[in-house]
């Protein structure tokens, strides 16, 4: 797949170059109620990085991710995506959006629309791209996902891995810079897992940079160049995956270690 | 089709409806079974009207059945104007509502509490008051820039129909917009999606199902409402019955027919219409 054009860059990366870090969190809080979800989260993901993000369910891995592209709106701290902040109230959400792609749990694809039609509205509606190029693209994406031939399939024909891939193909089509992976074989039936960690794992080694929220240790660990360990809001201990999976520092990474191993 | 093999989504014995695959009942072709009960309500109705005609017939007067031939003419014309009065209250009243439902689920505030207070007024007013006051509050004429444009009472009984139907079609719409997963709302964000091009290409191609069982239903209600116009003298059906009764010279033995062949009526109209809208209910009940 061909990168983005340089001229479609946006203008609020003006200031930005790529070694620079692609995200960057700084004390990153939010609240839901009284229920302090994410109480100060700092770190880089530099570009082509792939991250996972661990922990016990309800330790605000979803929110933080979210926080991101701006579905959860952060109480306090700073995000900022190729040097956009995010936490601006006249923050251009369209710009943001447009560099960072999000997969979910549920997949989310339009159960009215076909998986090519899935694909292609996106960039055709919300960017104004020209219809045909955006077929042409679409159809090399369900290629890539390896879904030729389901391209006019409505979502409810497919099955929860063919369905997971082309959300991850209608993401792709908004040529992002970076991809949130929020808990993306959670939902999976066991034998269609693979197949849609196959499709993540292609696209982390063409360099794309990969954030992901995920159960899957065994893929956290052979895919990812950086782990975050997080439990009640805070990143509790992070590090190259091999370090943390065998010599975790702290209590709480070795306990949720020990169960989940 | 599902890569999942059809073995393990068919236990033995009988599945429940919902378990079963959505494909299926969209195969079920679309039709109206008749039934023998359907026939026996027919025959049923059909009876009263034609018996309490026979037995009233001989004699130099007419017949209750040549009664109701004679007149049918003026009596079906009088139901065209029921007819024409639903459908029309029915648009109008659905293009509002969806305003008004969409504009109760939007951002601007005092948008929403104003819509939300029209809905539940106009839905928990009698119908009847809001057709009196639709009649006496609406002028029979209007003018504009000199040219007089009449204000018939049937129009302005559409409006005073229109308005409960506005009230209940925002909350058909509201009703069906929740019902929808959060997650459609995440992924159009997601992808850069504004909230309108959110709600038309996305959240309300996809209540249009949701939405036409109880639109159906509405419209069922109203139509059998419209009769309720007689009472503020706009001429239709059961104003002309009346009509008709005094013209025969209002014999006691044929209000029986007279007002059992307006039933007869409403009932072929609605009947029908009711029986769609069970048969797309069960149909889209399958599909969740």
Redesign the interface.
Known sequence: MSRKPVMSESHATAGWTPEQPIVRLRDVRKSFGHLEVLSGVSFDVAKGEVVCIIGPSGSGKSTLIRCI?A?VHMDSGSIKVMGQEVNDPKLD??DL??K???V?Q?Y?????RTAIQNVM??PV???GQDKAEVEERAYKLMKKVRLEGKEHAYP????G??QQRV?IA??LA?RPDVMLFDEVTAALDPE?VKEVLVTIRELAEEGMTCMLVTHEMGFAREIADHVYFTDRGVIVEHGAPEELFTSAKDERTRAFLSQIL | ????PMNRREPAGKPFAVLLP??RAAREPIKLRLRFIHALGFVGLSAIVGGAAFAQSGGAQLSALEVIFKWSPLLLYGFSFNILISVLAMSIGSVLGLGLGLVTMGHNLPARYTGWLLTQFFRNAPWLVLLFFAMFLIPFQFRIFGTTIPFPDWIKATIGFSLPVMANVAEIVRGAVRSL?S??W?????????RR?TLW??IL??CVKRMLPPWMNLYTLVAMATVQASIVGVTEMLTLTSEVHAAEGGRPELLAPLYGFAMLCFFLYCYPIERFTHYLERRFNVQT
Request: net charge positive.
């Open positions: 592209n579905l959400k369209l959006r447009r960072v792609g999000m979910f549920q989310n694809l339009f159960p009215h509205m996106a509606h919300v960017l409810g024909e497919l099955s891995g063919q959300a209608r993401s908004m269609t | 089709m599902s890569d999942v959505y494909k997963p997650g459609q995440e992924a159009a964000e997601s992808l850069a999606f504004s091009q290409m996305i191609p996809q």
